[in-house]
């Protein structure tokens, strides 16, 4: 099978069993039947970092074609991760590692989303128990590749504080959101007068000592306190949620602060779209580099859909600002 149509049979998976895949796809596009197990065997000659690239290209071609929306000027991101039990063998379990029950393969992926374009830049594929906050921040560095200069925000839930990082992306002039836990800084938010205000985040002997030893262990002592924003908004239900965030007052008012957040929900949609309509945990092998393929896959599929499934809508729609809306 030729390469080309080798990488569209792992974009065409329908979930099914492999071998009645193989042979409507082979009556599809004109090759000989393939048996599953030659397959798999000419699938192990393809480094899962071309299908990561295919997507890069996908991406970096949208930003570059299609008219793209932003919020005041941003690309408004997400980052998320999840966890996918993937088949065990001793070679997944030294890949990926463990979660919960230690014979059970669990892979991790991360994701970064443009939540008001609808497309998924960049994803990885880690150990189960890897550093999501680290993760994200490796993908948000790489994002030039595909959007070029273009200015970012990026969205970030419970789970993601980090002081390092959260340094890091103020040094670097990176906007963020990043919803708070009731556990996180619990002092300042305790000492709020109002609800929208900036806070000196100090950076005690207490919240140094899970930090000794790391490489930026020196940055963290240097600064010796951060400046964030705080805002809280009040849920439906009467309870309170803080966000941290460097956006200036004078370029988006506490209530934009909100709605930016509330675009996150776009990737838990998209993880969604990726678990249950593209079969993202349905694998066709069991070796660590073919579940890589299929997860990379999934991915670019799930771009490509989305594609065709707006400039479908678009052309349909006499009054496209509304459509976007």
Not at 120 to 144: D, F, P, W
Request: glycine residues 6%; hydrophobic residues 35%.
């Amino acid at each position: 099978m030729p390469i080309g149509k080798l990488l569209l049979s792992l974009v065409c998976r329908k979930g099914r069993a492999l071998a009645i895949e193989l042979r409507e796809f082979a009556m599809t596009v004109g090759v000989e039947r393939i048996t599953k197990a030659d397959y798999l065997k000419q699938r192990e000659k393809v480094n899962p970092e071309a299908l990561r690239e295919l997507n890069t290209f996908h991406v970096k071609n949208t930003y570059e074609e299609a008219p793209i929306k932003d919020i005041g000027g941003y690309i408004l991101l997400a980052a998320d991760g999840s966890k996918v039990a993937v088949p065990t063998t001793p070679e997944s379990l030294e890949r990926f590692g463990s979660v919960g029950s230690p014979t059970a393969a669990t892979a991790g992926i991360s994701s970064l989303y443009d939540v008001l374009n609808s497309i998924i830049l960049s994803c990885s594929v880690e150990r189960g128990n890897h550093n999501e906050m680290e993760a994200a921040y490796k993908q948000l560095g790489a994002t030039s590749d595909a959007i070029g200069d273009r200015k970012t925000i990026i969205t970030l839930d419970r789970g993601y504080p980090s002081l390092p990082y959260f340094n890091k992306m103020l040094k670097e002039e990176q906007k963020f959101v990043v919803r708070l836990s009731r556990t996180d800084y619990p002092r300042e938010q305790d000492a709020m007068a109002t609800d929208d205000e900036n806070v000196e985040v100090k950076i005690t002997s207490q919240r140094m000592h899970k930090h000794i030893g790391k490489p930026y262990e020196q940055e963290l002592r240097d600064a010796g306190s951060i400046m964030m924003r705080f805002v809280k908004i009040r849920l439906e239900g009467g309870e309170m949620e803080c966000l941290a965030t460097n956006l200036d007052p004078s370029e988006f008012s506490t209530e934009e602060i909100c709605r930016i957040y509330g675009f996150r929900w776009g990737i838990e949609t998209v993880f969604g779209m990726l678990k249950n309509n593209l079969e993202l945990g349905n694998f066709t092998g069991t070796k660590p580099l073919l579940i890589e393929q299929d997860i990379h896959a999934c991915v670019y599929l799930c771009n490509v859909a989305m594609d065709m499934a707006i400039q479908l809508l678009l052309k349909r729609c006499t009054n496209c600002s509304t459509l976007v809306e």
